[in-house]
């Protein structure tokens, strides 16, 4: 148990406290808008190898993904939705057929999980999301890097804001300030 949570300490997901309890590691806007553009990049990264390394495997793997979104988006719960979408983004990395950036986009991935889910929800439009997927898809299956760059560009224009957005109203909903990140009187 305290290997796991030195690891999610070292992740950046939990505080380690002198004398107390861990707790769950709130994200600043700065480290988090930094983590967005990483993640961004990893994105399109993985989408140029995926252009080159994809398999007709994990083209139609995608599409099924995408099929299942579009075919499922209101019946299923948006948390459910939400690990369906990721599953998009991590079956592209996984595309691109290279091991460290699979886990490197993993990683980023999961660190901003929460806030992603949170913007993700508020701006919940099947239509919209099913869309950008497709044009993601369509690059890829051209293998045409422009086509499908763009597209994750179109797709991920708004990530860092989203999440800025959220996490400054988590942040005001909590009581901590938005630039430091401390609770109010400590």
């Known amino acids: 148990m305290r290997e796991a949570i030195r ?75 939400f690990e369906v979408d990721m599953s998009f983004h991590t079956a592209i990395a996984e595309a691109s057929h290279n091991s460290a950036l699979a886990k490197t986009h993993q990683a980023f991935q999961q660190r901003l999980w929460h806030a992603r889910y949170l913007a993700a929800r508020q701006r919940r439009n099947r239509d919209r999301v099913v ?21 994750v560009e179109a797709h991920l224009s708004q990530l860092a804001e989203d999440i800025r957005q959220q996490i400054t109203s988590q942040n005001a909903q909590e009581g901590y300030i938005t630039r430091s990140n401390q609770r109010v009187g400590e």
């Open 131 to 151: 869309s950008q997927h497709n044009s993601i898809l369509k690059g890829l299956k051209m293998r045409d890097k422009r086509v499908a760059g763009s597209a």
């Open 7 to 81: 690891i999610l300490s070292k992740e950046g997901l939990v505080e380690l406290r002198p004398s107390r309890s861990p707790v769950v590691a709130q994200l600043d806007i700065k480290s988090a808008t930094e983590q967005a553009a990483v993640l961004i990049a990893l994105e399109n990264l993985s989408v140029e190898l995926a252009c080159e390394n994809a398999t007709k495997k994990d083209l139609e793997n995608m599409q099924q993904i995408v099929e299942y979104m579009d075919m499922n988006f209101y019946e299923f719960d948006p948390l459910d939705m």
